[in-house]
């Protein structure tokens, strides 16, 4: 299995090169970026100062899009910002499966997409092709595609708790989310409002209400289990660098109680290992760091469900998700290069 990545000195692009080389199916990796081809793999991260095998086709270096091109990855990452994903994975449509981390083939309404992006969808010629990749929830269809639209970190949080509680009608109305994310969920980008001084010490509420792109993205989801669904979403940045916590407040339907929710949850996830409901001791993000898992608890209050979901926004929330599904694309362990524990 040789796999590529586009966009490798980024932050997600990073740590899947890290997943890809211990990875036990992957034999060959591409690691593919624009800024830096040709310089040595090394020079983004010490660890690779001595590559193994897997980066000898490309003498442990940075290679360009075309020659990756040119060597025919069996299935190819894209780790690349919105709206430049899409023409730059061109090469790979149709000859690799594209599993691409960013939002471009995420939302199939033009006109959502329009509203959360600014403009149309980069393909929309392929949008009907891509599969949404929530991996626990798009299973058999994550089996069959080749083009995945990784979800956003903020999304998976989400989603894994609240939609089999939609599905099944346990919950009605609308969700109010309130989620604090390490500042890594911005990518490397140099830029003033996340830097050192302004972010430690301090909390931001970013983009209050439905203002974030990723409400759209929540809204999308939902809204097939149980259409329109609106959402109430507050995405705060927090001083640490990796991690996210949602705290998410829903209404039960009538005649309906948190058992029902813990019904759900047991049976859309039962033989699933990265996604678990954890019981009413609320989790940490620490807890799942550098792990694939998202955990989350839950509490009644007064008809309503207090949920608290956490997972680290690099791995489940990005690369590790985009691994995962690969495993599930090509047939491997659903856990193989992936860490159920977390690595503290
Ligand atoms: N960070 C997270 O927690 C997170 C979570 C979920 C999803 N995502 C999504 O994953 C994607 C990557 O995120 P990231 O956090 O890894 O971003 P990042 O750290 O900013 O890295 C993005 C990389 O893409 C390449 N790049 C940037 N602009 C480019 C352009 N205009 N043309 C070509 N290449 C360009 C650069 O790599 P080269 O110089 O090597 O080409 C850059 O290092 C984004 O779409 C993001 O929304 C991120």
Request: glycine share 8%.
């Amino acid at each position: 299995m040789h796999a590529a990545v586009i966009g490798a000195t980024g932050y997600t692009g990073m740590l899947l090169l890290r997943l890809l080389d211990a990875h036990p199916d992957v034999s060959e990796i591409s690691a593919v970026s624009s800024s830096k081809p040709g310089e040595p793999i090394s020079s983004e991260d010490p660890g690779f100062g001595s590559p193994t095998v897997k980066f000898s086709a490309s003498k442990g270096r940075f290679i360009t899009v075309g020659e990756a091109a040119s060597r025919r990855p069996d299935v190819v990452f894209s780790a690349l910002p919105h709206l430049a994903s899409a023409s730059i994975c061109a090469p790979f449509f149709g000859t690799s499966v594209v599993i691409d981390l960013s939002a471009d083939f995420r939302i199939k309404d033009r006109a959502v997409f329009e509203q959360a992006y600014g403009q149309q969808p980069p393909r929309p010629d392929l949008l009907d092709q891509a599969v949404y990749g929530l991996a626990e929830w798009h299973t058999s269809a994550i089996k069959k595609a080749d083009l995945i639209a990784n979800p956003g970190c903020y999304t998976t949080c989400s989603l894994l708790p609240l939609l089999p509680l939609y599905r099944k009608g346990i919950i009605r109305g609308r969700a109010i989310i309130n989620a604090l994310s390490g500042i890594s969920g911005a990518g490397k980008k140099a830029d003033l409002k996340y830097s050192l001084t302004e972010r430690a010490e301090s909390v931001w509420l970013y983009s209050p209400g439905r203002s974030h792109r990723h409400s759209q993205e929540i809204e999308a989801e939902l809204g097939l289990e149980a259409p329109g669904t609106r959402i109430v979403f507050n995405p705060h940045l927090v001083p640490m660098k990796r991690g996210m916590e949602a705290t998410i407040v829903v209404d039960l339907a009538p005649g309906r109680t948190l058992a029902d929710a813990e019904a759900a949850w047991n049976e859309s996830y039962e033989s699933r290992p990265f996604a678990r409901y954890v019981g009413s001791r609320v989790p940490s993000s620490s807890e799942v760091w550098g792990s694939n898992r998202c955990d989350w608890s839950a509490a009644e209050l007064d008809g309503s469900l207090i949920l608290s979901s956490v997972l680290d926004n690099l791995v489940k929330g990005a690369s590790g998700q985009a691994v995962q599904n690969m495993n599930l694309r090509f047939g491997f362990a659903e856990t193989a290069g992936l860490s159920i524990a977390n690595t503290f």
